[in-house]
């Protein structure tokens, strides 16, 4: 009998880790692409939203519904899973923690849900902290302990070419949209407590990677840390640059370094240009 964690593809998981832990099921979530629905890591990647993006076609999501995670919390307990730890997105920026909130109700105190306040890795890092806990294994509320901890060691930062997609997705009002195009400004976001915020602007890609680094070598300190820099489709030449500055940064201090295409639920509301890093303290 053992704790298994179950988070959503707005995660952004590297495969690799996905791969390595059993007690790991990650659910894709549902990506309506003019009016067809996908789910996101299952048919429908970063280049697809790009491009249907590009196109004009409209590019929303949803959260999982009680259902689907109902069903799932099924499965895992009638294979003998003890307990169930279900880490997702933001509910300020999702309605799948409300959806998986509702889905536990049935289950007796074994599903815990954790809102991880995060996107990206923001929910990653938070998953993977109840993944260590469960297979040293810990019982379900340590491995949930475990989750709320990495929240509040884990910091969230995205670059963006454009403020169009933020406007888009109402996030800023069309006056800063327009304003901001005007004057070339691209702007740096913060996840903090579970909302996206707009936290500086800058004038050119080359700066936002150099603000986006200096700010990821602030929330650090001298600790060690796991480090996630996420890109949107073709931004993987910038993202990787990145990392490598980082990694040199970091030497001696990095226990992780992953690069990975960020989820359609952040893509959708950012669009081209994006580019993140993520931040873990691990002491």
Do not use: N
């Amino acid at each position: 009998m053992t704790v298994v964690v179950v988070t959503d593809s707005t995660s952004a998981l590297p495969e690799a880790l996905r791969a390595s832990h059993g007690c790991l099921t990650v659910l894709g979530i549902p990506v309506l692409i003019g009016g067809a629905e996908y789910r996101e890591g299952e048919d429908v990647g970063g280049e697809a939203i790009l491009r249907a993006m590009r196109e004009g076609q409209t590019v929303t999501t949803s959260g999982l519904p009680p259902e689907e995670l109902r069903a799932t919390y099924t499965r895992l307990l009638d294979e003998g899973a003890s307990g169930i730890v279900s880490v997702h997105l933001s509910g300020r920026l999702s309605g799948t923690v409300a959806a998986a909130e509702a889905a536990a109700a049935g289950f007796g105190g074994k599903v815990a849900v954790v809102d991880s306040l995060g996107a990206g890795m923001g929910v990653g890092y938070p998953a993977l902290a109840a993944v260590e806990a469960a297979e040293k294994g810990m019982d379900l509320l340590t491995a949930a302990a475990a989750a709320q901890e990495a929240i509040g060691r884990t910091t969230t930062y995205f670059y963006l070419d454009t403020l169009e997609y933020l406007r888009r997705g109402g996030r800023i009002s069309a006056a800063r949209a327009i304003v901001g195009t005007a004057l070339s400004v691209k702007p740096i976001l913060g996840v903090e407590d579970g909302r996206i915020d707009v936290v500086e602007k800058v004038r050119t890609p080359t700066r936002g990677l150099q603000r986006l680094a200096a700010l990821a070598v602030a929330d650090a300190g001298e600790a060690e840390v796991e480090m996630t820099v996420h890109h949107l489709g073709a931004e993987r030449r910038r993202a990787e640059a990145l990392a490598g500055w980082l990694q040199e940064r970091f030497e001696g201090r990095l226990r992780r370094m992953d690069v990975t295409e960020v989820g359609a639920a952040v893509g959708a509301h950012c669009g081209p240009g994006l580019v993140g890093v993520i931040t873990r303290r691990r002491s």
